[in-house]
């Protein structure tokens, strides 16, 4: 009992004790500097449902999921499989450099990517009037139109490659004998991976959409680094907006119900998912 | 044993049509390789373009964003670290993942000692208990915990990162840690235990020295974590003598303003530590953050 204390201890008070903390604040008006705590009981439920912005950034939220469900995670399995199967050359420094963005600071790669998009010097202006396209060019985050999409390119940019390298030691787990099979039936790569490893996988699938929803739902640090959730909103997510109503508008009370907003809408999409996902029948090999 | 005695056969046939399909295969994997290495390319080229953007002046930026540093300097380096808090930074980030990642492996490794080797009431519960917080996302826990810390006088100091971060790792560390230590055969401790050796003694002097590996793993893994981490740090420290780099960064980009090269130069020497780190222990670091993922 004595070697689980300090864990114990440390857990509760530092994780357990303020999440149940954000509950009860989420009952209070209340601005956190000494002021006056008033007790509103589900007025900032109330005030969630009728803020036009909390709606935006449910928005935006979404589609940072769907891109990372639709886009990141198919992509992802599709280069592993690739790297697995195909003559590559140095296929270990493939692994090497396509998870470097993950490990990076995403101050550095927020920066980075600003710069990337940066109007005077931007590379990706300067790449567009290179190949001819100098029209096209502009301020990428300036824009509300452009803003999301610009935020959404350097995300992939960072996490594709976790999703990449866990499937490729998912890839390495197959018996080889079920590749020499397929190779004796002719079946090439597209069918590969689309009819007998991608049905083989369906539980890493699982759990890797499951984390693309998760990460997708807790978005902060990239938005808030390159946009501030700017211009207008247009890059809002549900975290930057917590953000922001806590420690800019001190409105602590309503900061900690869109908290369990978060919480609600992650667990809930989270079982909805694993139960459409696990409940197919898996295939045992 | 049927199926590999036919596997042995077709072989050579297979080798004999790949032959004769030689140029079509010839092209396609050029082309698998070449998107594929475009793709690194693209994975890669912005840390190497800020590196030789930090090695350039100003106007030869804005004359030719996409050059090559045809007169590299270091004076933007020499600039950025005499006249910023940059150093500050560096060291608080530091002292913050130094002190996080020992106490995140103290702790989870004799609470996985306790939850896979020692009995006592609520063993089960208290560890459900633990893996269920593994799932608490930091943003709930954020404002009260800085009503807390802020109780604790603890905000603007390190100890106010060192705690939450320490306390978030935990969970999934004392998981992982659990799952080594319940393969070491029961045998061995019992035989320690009857040479009269004290719980204490078994986990420091047995139990350690055999869980090397996944503390190694958990030690790199969890520095980067620390090191990385943004949103605590951004709401828990607010003077320049605490800042950690994650935050201090964005206070650097502020500072030096249109000065690009210089930023440019403060980013390399905030990115050149991890990138080195993650080269030589790539296998570590790769294995504690895909470990959630895989073992699912």
């Known amino acids: ?285 | 044993m049927d199926k590999s005695a036919n596997l042995a056969i077709d072989r050579p046939n297979l080798a004999g049509k790949m032959q004769v399909r030689q140029p079509s295969r010839l092209v396609s994997s050029l082309l698998v390789n070449l998107f594929l290495f475009s793709l690194l390319l693209f994975a890669i080229y912005p840390l190497v373009w800020q590196t030789f953007t930090s090695l350039r002046t100003n106007p030869e930026l804005f004359a030719d964003p996409w050059g090559l540093p045809t007169k590299p300097t270091l004076d933007n380096y020499v600039k950025v670290w005499l006249t910023s808090p940059l150093p500050t930074y560096f060291f608080n980030s530091l002292v913050v993942s130094l002190a996080s990642v020992v106490l995140i492996l103290a702790f989870s490794s004799m609470a996985a000692y306790g939850f896979a080797k020692l009995s006592f009431l609520g063993n089960a519960t208290l560890l459900l208990f633990l893996l269920s917080l593994y799932f608490v996302p930091p943003h709930i826990a954020l404002i009260p915990l800085f009503v807390l810390l802020k109780a604790l006088k603890m905000i603007d100091t390190h100890w106010a990162l060192i705690f939450p971060y320490t306390a978030f790792a935990i969970p999934f560390s004392t998981i992982l840690i659990r799952s080594f230590i319940a393969s070491i055969p029961k045998e061995l401790i019992d035989a320690a235990l009857i040479d009269g050796c004290s719980k204490t003694r078994v986990f420091f002097a047995l139990i350690l020295p055999l869980i090397k590996p996944i503390l190694a793993v958990n030690f790199i893994f969890q520095f980067v974590n620390c090191w990385n981490e943004y949103l605590f740090a951004l709401v828990f420290l607010h003077s320049r003598q605490a800042k950690t780099l994650p935050v201090g960064l964005l206070d650097l980009v502020a500072e030096f303003h249109t000065d690009w090269v210089a930023m440019a130069a403060g980013l390399t020497m905030a990115t050149v530590p991890v990138v080195i780190i993650y080269v030589i222990f790539h296998e570590q670091i790769i294995t504690g953050m895909t470990a959630g993922a895989i073992k699912g």
């Open chain 1, 1 to 285: 009992m004595f070697f689980i204390l300090p864990a114990l201890a440390v857990t509760v008070g530092f994780i357990a004790y303020p999440a149940v903390m954000s509950a009860y604040y989420s009952f209070f008006d209340w601005d956190g500097l000494g002021g006056s705590r008033e007790f509103v009981g589900l007025g900032n439920w109330a005030r969630i449902l009728s803020d036009p912005v909390i709606w935006e950034s449910i928005a935006h939220n979404l589609v940072f999921i769907l891109v990372a469900v639709f886009v990141q995670v198919p992509f992802a399995f599709a280069i592993a499989l690739v790297l697995t199967r195909a003559k590559v050359f140095g296929r270990s420094i493939y692994r090497l450099a396509y998870f470097l963005p993950v490990i990076l600071s995403v101050s550095v790669v927020g920066i980075l990517w600003t710069w990337v998009y940066n109007p005077q010097f931007g590379l990706l202006n300067e790449f567009l009037k290179f190949i001819g396209l100098g029209s096209l060019a502009r301020p990428w985050l300036g824009s509300s139109l452009t803003a999301l999409p610009a935020v959404i390119l350097a995300t992939c940019w960072q996490v594709t490659g976790f999703y990449i390298v866990v499937f490729l030691s998912a890839l390495a787990g197959i018996p080889e004998d079920i590749y020499d099979a397929a190779a004796m039936d002719g079946v090439n790569l597209w069918q590969l991976g689309a009819h007998i490893t991608g049905p083989m996988l369906r539980e890493v699938f699982a759990v890797l959409v499951a984390i693309a929803i998760i990460s997708s739902l807790k978005r902060f640090d990239l938005v808030y680094v390159m946009t501030q959730g700017g211009p207008v909103h247009s890059t809002e997510v549900l975290a930057t907006y917590l953000f922001k109503n806590a420690f800019l508008a001190y409105e602590l009370g309503y900061a900690s119900t869109i908290s369990f907003l978060l919480f609600l809408l992650t667990v809930s999409l989270v079982v909805f998912q694993l139960r459409s996902m696990r409940s197919v029948e898996t295939v045992e090999y």
